[in-house]
Structure formats: structure tokens, C-alpha cells
């Protein structure tokens, strides 16, 4: 055997003495030891959805609609000016017609307090004559809206009922991307339907799907009727309310969309204080910044302050056209989508401090926010 069959067949034999020793050197110990970690892993989702599950409910809607379609119709048919002229001004009369359809609706819900307050989403409910809670028990009740804000998708319900399992409450600012993520719902009307992924990303916007949006995305499993149930990490806790899904065929294809539970809660309370969002105003047209921008600047983040509106809070304040706002009370931001959103989330009346930049100086300077008018 010459030099060079002798180099190929030892570097054939290193290339397979090196792929395959991870598999061959495996020893029955270490199959073992992996076997336990993965029972180990399910018995976790598995407490983890015990524990969540019966405070997840299945929300049912019965929706009257009315469609005047027929009666345009007829209203075009009889004001002709022909059938006018033939049957005369006592004969040229509209009937009094009105076509009712009765849809349904379903989607889920969590239950937030023992006293029978419900966390949903604001298009499950809307429009609804009657809304029908189903308990994990079977039991049923009526439910009331307390207060939906259609610009986040945020409702909250209350049935009449005491001692009710509760949902555990999570921190969404804390979230990590790559952690794990649980959904519970009733897609298609299955009932505490369980799906697993991870959080794909945070602070999503410029989605399309609210006006205030700050959405988590994940890539657990969200249908039809998933829209209001929990998403909940690890713990058991819950994180967002599960809201919309991106789909080219009407089902599952991997990106779904939840509201962050820390801005669910702030709107909760005030639903359940005035019935309604009440949100703060600042008086700024806010955008993005360039990455090129960013870069130049040296910055991570920041908020372009564009439009200042005349006789607004912000009007008051030192700030002007052009600033680079970086940080509200001490806490960057992400962007513009995410100062908005918290801006909002205050109280009206409370008072801020924004951290910015103009021509290279750091500076700062606090404003009383106003009331956002609808």
C-alpha cells in the first residue's frame, strides 16, 4: 500500500471515529439520566397546567346583527320616479323591514379574582346581547361587561359567583426571548386545549390589530377561540392574553400574538373603577429613529419628537421639535410604539420625567400629563 491510500484510509477512519462517537460512547447510565430529565420536563408542564386550568374559562356570545341590505333594496325599488308616477305619493311608501341574523361567538377568558372577575378579549365580546361563562366544572353563567377598551382589545367581565379558582399573575418586563410559553384555551370550541412553544419576541407593534399595541409574540399554538384565554410562562403564571394569530390559510402557522399581562392589569383596574380606559396625554406625534440614526448618535433607542400639539402638556414642557427622547422616569425605552403605550398607561394628572437628547447634551424635564380624549 503506497503513501497516499494510506493518509485516506486513516483520515476516513478519524472522520468516523469522530462522528459516531457521541452515539457510541453513550453509555445505558446516561440514557437514563436524560430519560428522567425529560419526565422530569413533563411533569413540570404538566403541574404548571393542572394548576392554571381551572381558572381558564370558555366564553360564548350570542350577537344579534342587523342587515339593512333587503331594506336599501326596497328603498331604491319604491322610490323610483316611474313607480311614483304609476301608483301615485299614498303608494310610494318604504316597508318597515328590518333583517335580524343571530350569530354566536366564542373564544376564552381567565378568571382574575375569586369574587368572578374575567379577563378577555374586547372582540370576543363586542357586540354581544348575551355572554355565557363555562367553568371547567360545567357550571354556566351570565356574564356582565364590566368595561372592554377596543383600543388595546382589552375586557373584563364578572359573573356572579364566589370562591372561583384564580389565575396566578406573572411579570411581562421580565420576560426573556427563547423562554417557555403555555397557552390554554378553547380553540374551535375545545375546551382547555393545552399548546407549548416560546416567546418568538417582545414589544411587537405597528401590527395592525389595536391602537395601543405591545404585543408578545409566541409560537405556541393559537386558533380560533384561543382569542382572551392565558398565555403563561414556566411558573404557572400568566403573562399575556392570548389575541391574535397571522395566518395565510385561517389556522395555526406558528407566529401568534398576546397582550403583555402588566399593561392588561393597569386597564382592568381602571374598567373596573370607571368602566372605561381612561388614559393619560402627553401632546406629541412621536416616531421611530433610523438605525442609522441610532448608530450615528451612539444610542440604542429613542423616540423622535415630532409634532409638538399647541396647548398640550408637552406644550408646557422644555422639549422640542427634533429632541431624541431615550428614557421615561429613569427606564429606556424601546421606541416610539413603547413610549406611547406607557405614557398612556398613566394616570392622568401624574407627573413624568423624560430623559433626552439635543445637539449631543443630555438633558431632562418633567411634565403633568393630561387626559387623552377619545
Known amino acids: 500500500m503506497t503513501l497516499q491510500p494510506l493518509r485516506i484510509f486513516f483520515s476516513a477512519l478519524l472522520i468516523i471515529t469522530i462522528c459516531f462517537k457521541p452515539y457510541t460512547g453513550r453509555s445505558a447510565d446516561d440514557i437514563t439520566a436524560r430519560t428522567a430529565a425529560m419526565i422530569d420536563t413533563a411533569e413540570i408542564f404538566h403541574t404548571v397546567v393542572q394548576k392554571a386550568k381551572p381558572a381558564v374559562v370558555y366564553v360564548y356570545v ?5 342587515d339593512n341590505s333587503a331594506d336599501k333594496d326596497l328603498k331604491t325599488f319604491f322610490n323610483d320616479p316611474l313607480l311614483h308616477d304609476f301608483f301615485g305619493e299614498a303608494n310610494n311608501k318604504n316597508p318597515d323591514h328590518v333583517n335580524k341574523q343571530t350569530t354566536y361567538g366564542h373564544g376564552s377568558g381567565f378568571i382574575i379574582n375569586k369574587n368572578g372577575y374575567i379577563l378577555t378579549n374586547s372582540h370576543v365580546i363586542d357586540n354581544a346581547q348575551e355572554i355565557s361563562i363555562r367553568l371547567i366544572d360545567k357550571r354556566e353563567f351570565t356574564a356582565t361587561v364590566i368595561g372592554q377598551d377596543q383600543k388595546s382589545d382589552v ?35 375545545m375546551m382547555q386545549t393545552v399548546t407549548a412553544g416560546i416567546i418568538s419576541a417582545t414589544g411587537r407593534s405597528s401590527v395592525g ?3 395601543y399595541e405591545d ?11 384561543n382569542s382572551g384565554g392565558p398565555l403563561l410562562n414556566i411558573h404557572g403564571q400568566v403573562v399575556g392574553i392570548n389575541t391574535a394569530y397571522l395566518s395565510q390559510t385561517g389556522g395555526y402557522m406558528g407566529i401568534g400574538f398576546a397582550i403583555p399581562i402588566n399593561m392588561a392589569k ?7 373603577k370607571d368602566g372605561k380606559m381612561t388614559r393619560a396625554w402627553l401632546g406629541i406625534i412621536l416616531k421611530d429613529v433610523s438605525p442609522d440614526e441610532l448608530s450615528a448618535k451612539k444610542l440604542t433607542n429613542a423616540a423622535l419628537v415630532g409634532t409638538i400639539e399647541s396647548d398640550s402638556p408637552a406644550s408646557k414642557s422644555a422639549l422640542q421639535q427634533g429632541d431624541l427622547i431615550v428614557a421615561i422616569d429613569g427606564i429606556s425605552i424601546a421606541g416610539a410604539a413603547d413610549l406611547r403605550n406607557r405614557v398612556a398607561l398613566n394616570t392622568p394628572g401624574a407627573s413624568i420625567s423624560l430623559q433626552y437628547f439635543r445637539d449631543g447634551q443630555q438633558l431632562s424635564t418633567t411634565i403633568v400629563l393630561g387626559l387623552k380624549k377619545d
Open 62 to 66: 350570542k350577537k344579534t346583527l342587523i
Open 155 to 189: 375586557a373584563l367581565l364578572k359573573i356572579e359567583a364566589v370562591d372561583l379558582p384564580v389565575i396566578s399573575m406573572g411579570d411581562s418586563s421580565s420576560l426573556k426571548v427563547g423562554e417557555w410559553a403555555i397557552a390554554i384555551g378553547s380553540p374551535f370550541e
Open 209 to 211: 390589530i389595536s391602537e
Open 215 to 225: 404585543f408578545l409574540q409566541t409560537d405556541a399554538a393559537i386558533n380560533p377561540g
Open 266 to 272: 393597569v386597564i382592568a383596574e381602571r374598567l373596573q
